[in-house]
C-alpha cells in the first residue's frame, strides 16, 4: 500500500469515528429528544407488539418469511439518523415484517440492531450477516360502533 492510499484510509477510519462517536451520543439525546415525525417521545410508545411475546412457532414462522424478503431500509454512512428511523417505523407500520440490511457500520451491527428495534418499538426476528429482520405487529383498530 501506498503512502497515498494509507493516508485515504486513515481520512475514512477517523470519518467514521466522528460518526460513530456522534451516533453513540445521538442515541441517548434521540430518547430526549421529540421525534417531529411521530410528534412522541422516540423510546416512549408502548405498542401491545412489544410486551405481546412471539411464539416459539410464530417466530419460526416469521424468519422463513424474512428470509424471503428484500431489504426495504438500508443503513449507510449516517448510521442510526433520525430519516432512517422514520422510515424503518414507515416501514414496519406498512408491512409488520421488514428486512434492513447494513450497507455501512457493518462491525456495529450488534450493538445497533437492538437500538435500532427498542427506537421503533419492535422485536428483533433474526439478525444474519449484514441483515436484520424486524417485527413489529400492527395494532388491531377498535370496532367502530353501530350508529
Same mark, same amino acid.
Do not use: Y
Given at each position: 500500500?501506498?503512502?497515498?492510499?494509507?493516508?485515504?484510509?486513515?481520512?475514512?477510519?477517523?470519518?467514521?469515528?466522528? =460518526?460513530?462517536?456522534?451516533?453513540?451520543?445521538?442515541?441517548?439525546?434521540?430518547?430526549?429528544?421529540?421525534?417531529?415525525?411521530?410528534?412522541?417521545?422516540?423510546?416512549?410508545?408502548?405498542?401491545?407488539?412489544?410486551?405481546?411475546? =412471539?411464539?416459539?412457532?410464530?417466530?419460526?414462522?416469521?424468519?422463513?418469511?424474512?428470509?424471503?424478503?428484500?431489504?426495504?431500509?438500508? =443503513?449507510?454512512?449516517?448510521?442510526?439518523?433520525?430519516?432512517? =428511523?422514520?422510515?424503518?417505523?414507515?416501514?414496519?407500520?406498512?408491512?409488520?415484517?421488514?428486512?434492513?440490511?447494513?450497507?455501512?457500520?457493518?462491525?456495529?451491527?450488534?450493538?445497533?440492531?437492538?437500538?435500532?428495534?427498542?427506537?421503533?418499538?419492535?422485536?428483533?426476528?433474526?439478525?444474519?450477516?449484514?441483515?436484520?429482520?424486524?417485527?413489529?405487529?400492527?395494532?388491531?383498530?377498535?370496532?367502530?360502533?353501530?350508529?
Amino acid at each position: 500500500m501506498d503512502d497515498a492510499n494509507r493516508a485515504q484510509a486513515s481520512n475514512n477510519r477517523e470519518a467514521k469515528d466522528r =460518526i460513530r462517536a456522534k451516533m453513540a451520543d445521538a442515541v441517548s439525546a434521540d430518547n430526549r429528544a421529540l421525534n417531529p415525525a411521530l410528534g412522541k417521545k422516540l423510546g416512549a410508545r408502548n405498542p401491545p407488539c412489544v410486551t405481546d411475546e =412471539i411464539s416459539n412457532r410464530e417466530l419460526r414462522d416469521l424468519k422463513a418469511k424474512g428470509q424471503l424478503l428484500r431489504p426495504v431500509v438500508f =443503513i449507510g454512512k449516517e448510521g442510526l439518523s433520525a430519516a432512517l =428511523i422514520k422510515s424503518l417505523d414507515e416501514a414496519l407500520g406498512h408491512h409488520e415484517l421488514v428486512k434492513v440490511k447494513f450497507a455501512d457500520f457493518k462491525e456495529e451491527k450488534k450493538l445497533l440492531t437492538p437500538q435500532l428495534a427498542e427506537k421503533v418499538s419492535a422485536q428483533v426476528v433474526m439478525r444474519v450477516g449484514n441483515v436484520a429482520v424486524f417485527f413489529r405487529r400492527k395494532p388491531v383498530p377498535p370496532a367502530k360502533s353501530p350508529g
